[in-house]
């Protein structure tokens, strides 16, 4: 018997939104989830106890840092990532291919030291058929990635779920360069199962990437493809647009072409109104570093009735109105940090650059997205999703 | 009926190691304690709760980093101290005068932001019978701390004990300036001794400080001063000397001559057979910031079976020997670090530059010194402090 199963209903049949569970050897996944970017194998400033603590149920790590540093066979001889990082839940990794080919577009070298680096060198060599030529930004050495390699290397890191590798293109490359990556991500797709297949010990399952950029009849392309390849589950990826509305309008025509039976995940989606607009469309689960990573620069995401305008989904407690604010940062948050904690000591901890300060607000951060996720999963059961929507977006 | 209070005893009346109470509104003591430092109102990378899930009795915070920010007002207007940062124990600040003199010397400039900057400006300006003058290291702008605004500025801040403004010297000034050092430092402490009783609410209680440098008659001048004034405790500081040896003989002859009726604290002194050694000579509290530095650069604190030579207290996880350890830092410990993660995985943290790193090995280290004073109180209520201190020293 399969340790891994994915079921879902859809307790409004005319709807698109759905309940669902993702069964893993290491625990099962309710759907809609957030998952949160433990990149280098760690959470910045939070452990897994504290993680588990605020309802996190599933995380993710990423290949590109992880292979370069402390590369796959450390990680593979201390029994996997989970036992590596201690996370005893669901985990992911991706391919590699969005930060080799970002950083290659120099456009997220921010991502890689938790800071903007205007003068990060293109460490993205040359793309081709085979895989991906990159230098490393650790010490310089230069790898090549490809769908087999990057598989081998997710076996080794152990995660319940892997990617396979794509191209990852901008958004503002034309469509015939988007049809040919395109074409050529399902060919590495199809690589990426064979390897996947070679060494299959059921421990782990395969998500396939939907590409496309912004075209219909290529994200129709994409989806044919992976809806007839055998992955457990689908990823869409690539370029959603420069705008909201073109992203909206993107997730929704390929979320409603894929195989339903199996689950979708939106990649790197994580905004409170996004995730809404996902979950509508079927999306089961989204990742995202916003969470984590605005709590790093001071940034408290709170509900609607404890914002300062209703467009901004989160305080700046930089801010020195928070100076002598002794309340905590939502008083309805069931948090350790609003149970324990003020504004106004976390404000003076930014103020003081204490490491206690991101530790805080990302726990927060955590909580309300595990909170959201858990409202959104009652308000599909009742049927009141639009309520719940408008309650959070308006 | 006071708040406050201590109670000892001697279980061998033929050895000054003693088992004492220290009553306080925010908890009990058990003494011989450690005292951690939380500098700026935060242990680094470690919040409340993780500190007390560590069996953490007692902390301290650092008068001149509060009054520079946020400023004792806004601490007041919190509520103080305790309510300010979540702690609910005892609590402890000092005068603020160590950091002024220290960094006026140059000498300890690495304790402000946590790094050594060795092109430190000079921020002591000028020091008269009045007070001393300096210059903010956040803003530049002048203070002029005294013995009034130093009990005023404790007053504000709120925790349970409070300490009177000393001047503290540097170990390499002659007899004569430590001399004359001393009596001002007298003349100090008497009018701290005013200003606290004009406001005295019984909520807080004062410690006098010690000083007299390596100089015998020096010292019983400054515990004969002590001994007639109503402090509720004695703090030994000022100059131990240059070598451990001479610092041993400095705290044996001074912790002899002091009431012993009231408890004893052991300035900015926390390795462990330091530790020992004042236990030994009746020292009841100890305080330093070194098990929680020692872990943000990497090392790990052991008992004697898990160190790598038996004169190093630590062990330095940026070893690139540890990349492949996954075993716990201590086999035999019961912190959530050891409990959950594996010297290898934070060595990677470490070469990572996680901020979970220094949280990290801070638990442990935090968690080894509180198992370390427990074993300390036990063996001396079996009399076996000697046993005790050759399994960790030796």
């Known amino acids: 018997m399969s340790l891994f199963s994915f079921k879902y209903i859809n307790p409004n049949p005319l709807k698109k ?13 309710k ?54 990082m201690g996370w005893n839940g669901p985990m992911l990794t ?27 060198p293109k460490t993205l060599l040359k793309i081709t058929e ?22 081998q290397i997710q ?8 990617v396979v590798l794509d191209e990852c293109t901008a958004f503002h490359v034309d469509k015939k360069y988007t049809t040919n990556s395109m074409r050529m991500s399902h060919r590495w797709a199809s690589r990426s199962l064979a390897e996947f297949n070679k060494s ?45 509305e073109q992203m909206y309008e993107v997730v929704a025509m390929t979320a409603e072409k894929l195989d339903s039976s199996k689950p979708i995940h939106l990649l790197g989606i994580g905004g409170i109104i996004d995730v809404f607009n996902g ?4 999306i089961d689960t989204f990742d995202c570093v916003h969470p984590t990573r605005l709590a790093r620069h001071g940034g408290a995401l709170v509900k609607p009735e404890n914002r300062e305008n209703k467009n901004k989904e989160h305080l700046n407690l930089n801010n020195s109105r928070f100076r002598d ?13 609003c149970q324990n904690h003020t504004k106004g000591y976390i404000h003076h901890l930014l103020k003081a650059k204490e490491l206690l300060a991101a530790s805080l607000i990302t726990i927060h951060n955590v909580h309300l997205m595990n909170h959201l996720m858990k409202k959104i999963r009652e308000a599909i059961q009742n049927d009141s999703l639009e309520k719940e929507k408008r309650y959070w977006t308006l």
């Open 325 to 337: 604010d002794f309340s905590p940062i939502e008083e309805n948050c069931k948090c350790y940090t």
């Open 279 to 282: 979950v509508e469309n079927g």
């Open 130 to 151: 085979e895989g991906a030529k990159f230098r490393s930004y650790i010490d310089g050495k230069i790898h090549f990635l490809t769908p087999e390699s990057s598989i």
């Open 17 to 29: 939104a759905r309940l669902g569970t993702i069964v893993t050897p290491n625990g099962t996944v």
């Open 155 to 162: 076996r080794k890191l152990g995660p319940d779920f892997v």
């Open 31 to 84: 759907t809609p989830a957030f998952i949160f970017c433990a990149t280098k194998a760690a959470i910045k400033g939070v452990n897994p106890k504290q993680m588990t603590d605020e309802n996190t149920q599933f995380i993710l790590a990423n290949t590109y840092h992880l292979m370069l540093q402390p590369g796959p066979d450390i990680i593979e001889k201390a029994g996997g990532l989970h036992k590596f």
């Open 200 to 244: 299959d010990d059921g421990k782990q399952k395969l998500y396939g990437i939907i590409q496309g950029g912004v075209y219909q009849d290529l994200r129709q392309e994409s989806c044919d493809y992976v809806n007839s390849q055998p992955f457990f589950g689908h990823a869409i990826g690539g370029s959603l647009g420069a705008a909201k």
């Open 94 to 120: 991706d391919s590699g291919g969005f930060q080799i080919f970002s950083l290659g577009h120099g456009s997220v070298a921010s991502e890689i030291k938790g800071k903007r680096m205007n003068d990060w």
